[in-house]
């Protein structure tokens, strides 16, 4: 067994970002290492929905322009160490390793290795070593929340920006769209250069992270209102400000057109702080974007997308999806899901706009749902895995046909080939 799998294994995998004192004891940590995370300038990202595409954008855009980027992303869809990316390089294992060991030696003495908790170590690793890489620039997506996530142990980022907010992690961060809100919300500190929203946010989620961003001093920039983005037959249209393009683009979906147009907003924002990012690398980033188990196609007669859609909110955009771009196509819908997410509201909406649905459980032993139950009492198709699943949905759509796989990214992660494990252009 390697050094790092036995540093893994042995990190305690308990979730306590509720705890009021863990960012104290993450405060600590950094102190001791002498703020390895002042060494690079950031972009901190909160948000339900959308942190991952529009993360991924922003540092793509930064790399392509000539920057050293770090990227800090999950889930992950095949090795953890997807979450810590440099220029899309994972980190290695050697490198975690050496990482890890050098925060231990630096931990004051009363703090041992099982004080944090692993996504807390992913967290600490993370700074410490984009320090050490002289990464320009870090992306650095909140993995829960935004208030009490591990991530917010930074000081004021260079930029906020907030994603699409809906309803999720609903017995963590609350059952309001305002909790929801406030919660993310946290990341916004006085010093901050600019706060970037997403576009079409609820409006009661809307006034708090105003509020939030007037008490700071922090100017809010609405994506909308700087740039337009139409996603369409296999092109992208762009405006922003008085530039206007029209180049290829592989993505799709209500959804990627959100993330888009907020990653082209934090780009202007990025620009007016003397940041060159040119529209010529706009288009090359664009031209060649793909996101593993983002509206992902892995096959074609019939086309077949897999979709890490894990809650109501992204279940309505699929929808709107499937209604605009699929309209004309038979439709058949592999679902998996984990038991702490409202799948009845999220299967009632795929009932509406599928000619199938094929239930299977996901491999994640301790938090999927068993799906036999649920497609005995429905009615509908079941498999015992995802690839059983999916071939059933081949026998039952015709090559004109679509088959969305979906549910959950532990779904997609069984069907997942485009991923290797050294390197992840995300």
Excluded at 38 to 63: D, E, M, P
Excluded at 120 to 125: A, G, K, L, P, S
Excluded at 176 to 198: C, F, H, N, P
Excluded at 281 to 288: G, I
Aim: hydrophobic letters at 40%; aromatic letters at 6%.
């Amino acid at each position: 067994m390697s050094e790092y799998q036995e540093i893994i294994d042995r990190l305690p995998k308990q979730m306590l970002a509720g705890e009021d004192n863990r960012l104290e004891i993450l405060h600590q940590v950094l102190d001791a290492l002498g703020h390895p995370e002042h060494q690079y300038q950031i972009i901190h990202v909160a948000g339900t929905n959308g942190k991952g595409s529009t993360g991924s954008l922003v540092a793509r855009f930064l790399i392509t322009n000539g920057y050293k980027v770090g990227h800090f992303n999950s889930p992950a869809m095949i090795s953890d160490r997807e979450q810590v990316l440099v220029n899309g390089n994972l980190i290695s294992k050697d490198d975690f390793a050496t990482t890890f060991k050098k925060i231990l030696c630096a931990l004051p003495d009363y703090m041992t290795e099982q004080d944090l908790t692993i996504f807390e170590w992913w967290t600490v690793v993370m700074l410490q070593y984009f320090a050490d890489q002289a990464v320009d620039w870090a992306v650095i997506e909140c993995g829960l929340g935004g208030q009490d996530d591990a991530t917010n142990v930074i000081d004021a980022p260079a930029l906020a920006v907030i994603t699409h907010l809906a309803l999720d992690h609903t017995q963590i961060l609350g059952s309001k769209i305002e909790d929801i809100a406030k919660a993310k919300a946290g990341i916004i500190k006085y010093q901050t250069r600019a706060l970037v929203v997403a576009p079409n946010q609820p409006e009661a989620a809307k006034e708090i992270l105003a509020q939030r961003a007037q008490e700071a001093d922090v100017p809010l920039v609405e994506a909308a209102s700087r740039v337009q983005v139409k996603l369409a037959d296999g092109t992208a249209k762009v405006k922003m400000g008085e530039e206007q393009f029209t180049c290829p683009c592989n993505l799709h979906g209500h959804y990627q057109t959100e993330n888009l147009t907020t990653a082209l907003a934090i780009v202007e924002q990025l620009r007016q702080g003397g940041v060159t990012i040119d529209q010529t690398m706009l288009e090359k980033v664009l031209q060649r974007v793909t996101f593993p188990g983002r509206m992902e196609a892995i096959d074609h007669d019939p086309l077949v997308i897999l979709d890490g859609a894990h809650n109501p909110d992204a279940a309505k955009q699929m929808v709107a999806t499937i209604q605009e771009d699929f309209a004309d196509r038979p439709v058949t819908m592999v679902l998996g899901f984990l038991a702490d997410k409202d799948v009845e509201r999220m299967v009632t909406m795929y009932q509406q706009v599928a000619d199938h649905l094929i239930f299977t459980t996901p491999d994640n032993h301790g938090r999927a749902m068993d799906s036999w139950p649920l497609a005995t009492a429905m009615g509908h198709e079941w498999a015992p895995d995802a690839r059983e699943a999916l071939e059933l949905a081949c026998e039952l759509t015709p090559t004109n046909g679509v088959i969305i796989v979906t549910g959950s990214f532990y779904l997609i992660k069984e069907l997942e080939e485009g991923l290797n494990d050294e390197s992840l252009d995300r």
